[in-house]
């Protein structure tokens, strides 16, 4: 039976008294607004993108055919201008400093060893010195090493060693890259999800510019990795969103004029069918897992928000019992496509040390099944890498849940949205003339490469999580609901172990979304289309200048992201917090 828009909207079945009674109606003195069903319903499933004023064309004298090919040649043009500029910050004297920062003394060498022998290796103490000097020509060790990090993230940075050497660029330009290539996601993802070239490339402008996510790109560390699986991720799902609610459209009735109406036979009963980017996103979540940990909890919380998704789709299409519709239809391929590709990707990353030798001289632990393990009660179920491997990863937990040994640099998380406690990479005080350092610089220089976002984003910031929340909780506004899930799933569960060693650069996962909800917030302040011609000057203006002092805060700070020596007082002038220092 086809059902109409009044039919499916039980809302009409009741009296006026009831309606009011609502907890939406109850909210709407603080903003809060309940979607109207009006108009074709495949324009609320798949909403159109919205292209430029024709007031803007005018004024800038632009003829109308130049202005569809501008409009059209935006939407990768846009995009891919952003991402040269991102590109050639990143990439600009890469190797700069010469020397192994933070911790670096860990995954450089850790890379160098699992691209070669498949697992990481115990590495002498003046290692670091001695790869310097010989410019990466140094034996590689035979002992294995205990490590606490799947093996995903030190490929990555290994595969830039084999290109390149390995040196300082070496182990930097994989992360180089992929910092790179997360602008242009970014700026593609906030594409379509605001329906907006410009606000797409707004926040990928602005990630561009953010400090923490320009030093990640220049250091061989795991998180700057993780952030691009995890944003990747979070991309495919979002095409997957698209096309899903495109086939449901496509299924609905479309009546005398022409226009589709929500439809609860359709809505119930159409099957997606094959999702290839759903399974694309297991992939991409199975190497976040494989890079680090925390890759669990954003798993997790990825694959609730996209169930979400789907039951909205079929709400929207008019299903009556949008739930049960997905229970049946949606969720059982949502689980095969995303939870066991994600299981079999992270197995997969161990290859290099399941393969390597049970003897003792492979990976460590590899023998542990056959050696202490032996009598398991297990051994006849499971093969001995899995139970030496289940062994390892029960020392790595426990590792991790006790890590509380006190680091000067370690940080609260409920100081990380204001960027309370940066971390110190690297710090020399060359003297004067010598270095770089200003001959008339009357005393020693500071040359140092600090991890700390832009201070104006992450302040603005702040803002903008608190209007995504608003925006989602009383607009039921998905695309807010969207951004607030990408960042509670890489910042909430470090709550869980305030009392853990932790470090302000963790939050490197979520800055992505923290991007896209300025963004979304310097939209809101710019105004609707439908605004008069004041109302959008004003707000473009004042949205101009929001991101002009955001962009300057970036190049004041420049010095101190890549260790450029200043003189001291320069130095002291960039330390806004007492616990910057």
């Known amino acids: 039976m086809t059902s109409t828009a009044s039919s499916t909207d039980t809302r009409q079945e009741q009296s006026p008294l009831a309606q009011r009674q609502t907890w939406q109606h109850r909210l709407r003195r603080f903003g809060h607004r309940t979607p109207a069903v009006r108009g074709d319903v495949r324009d609320r499933l798949v909403p159109p993108y919205t292209e430029p004023s024709g007031r803007l064309w005018k004024t800038l004298g632009v003829p109308p ?6 409009v059209r040649w935006s939407a990768w043009g846009g995009p891919l ?3 040269l500029v991102a590109g050639v910050l990143r990439f600009w004297n890469l190797g700069h400093p010469k020397a192994v920062i933070f911790d670096e003394t860990y995954y450089a060498k850790d890379a160098w060893a699992i691209v070669h022998r498949g697992f990481e290796v115990d590495w002498a103490k003046e290692a670091n010195r001695l790869v310097l000097e010989s410019g990466g020509d140094v034996p590689i060790p035979t002992d294995a090493a205990y490590v606490v990090h799947p093996p995903v993230g030190k490929y990555v940075i290994g595969l830039g060693e084999l290109m390149f050497g390995f040196d300082p660029f070496g182990w930097r330009f994989m992360t180089a890259l992929l910092g790179t290539l997360s602008v242009l996601m970014l700026c593609r993802i906030g594409r379509r999800l605001f329906r907006s070239t410009f606000l797409g490339c707004l926040a990928g402008a602005l990630m561009a510019v953010d400090g923490l996510h320009f030093v990640m790109s220049r250091t061989a560390l795991l998180d700057g990795v993780l ?61 976040a897992i494989g890079t680090k940990w925390n890759g669990l909890y954003i798993t997790a919380a990825f694959c609730v928000m996209a169930v979400l998704w789907d039951v909205g789709a079929r709400r929207v299409a008019g299903a009556v019992r ?60 499971f093969p001995d890498w899995w139970r030496s491997l289940w062994h390892y990863e029960n020392q790595v937990y426990d590792f991790h849940v006790g890590l509380s040994s006190p680091h000067t640099y370690e940080s609260n998380p409920w100081s990380w949205i204001v960027a309370g406690r940066p971390v110190s990479y690297f710090y020399e005080s060359p003297a004067p003339g010598v270095d770089g350092c ?27 999580l608190l209007y995504v929340l608003w925006r989602w909780f009383f607009r039921r506004d998905w695309r807010a609901g969207a951004i607030a899930c990408g960042i509670a799933a890489g910042y909430a569960p470090w709550f869980l172990y305030q009392e853990r060693t932790i470090f302000y650069f963790y939050a490197i996962v979520f800055l992505p979304f923290l991007c896209l909800a300025v963004a979304m917030l310097l939209g809101a302040i710019v105004g609707p289309p439908r605004s008069s011609d004041t109302r959008r000057v004003a707000g473009a203006t004042a949205a101009g200048v929001l991101t002009l002092l955001i962009v ?29 220092v």
């Open 438 to 464: 200003p001959a008339d610089a009357g005393e020693k220089c500071a040359q140092e490469v600090l991890a700390i976002g832009t201070p104006m984003l992450w302040w603005v910031g702040c803002l903008a």
């Open 552 to 580: 300057w805060n970036f190049i004041y700070f420049w010095p101190i992201y890549t260790g450029t020596p200043i003189p001291i007082d320069d130095w002291r002038a960039r330390m806004w917090l007492d616990t910057w």
């Open 322 to 381: 949008p739930r049960v519709a997905v229970l049946k239809r949606d969720l059982g391929w949502a689980f095969l496509t995303t939870v066991p590709v994600a299981v079999v990707t992270y197995f997969a990353s161990w290859i290099g040390w399941i393969l390597s030798a049970t003897d003792g001289s492979g990976g460590y632990y590899r023998d542990w099944a056959t050696r202490d393990g032996r009598r398991s009660d297990w051994s006849w179920l």
């Open 81 to 83: 201008l952003v991402t």
């Open 65 to 70: 055919e130049t202005a569809d090919r501008l």
């Open 227 to 287: 952030m691009f699986f995890v944003l990747a991720a979070f991309g495919c799902l979002l095409i997957d969103r698209d096309k899903a609610r495109a086939k449901l459209a496509a299924a609905l009735p479309v009546d005398a004029n022409g226009r589709a109406r929500p439809d609860a036979e359709a809505a119930e009963h159409t099957r997606i069918g094959f999702r290839p980017w759903r399974l694309a996103a297991g992939l991409m979540l199975g190497l």
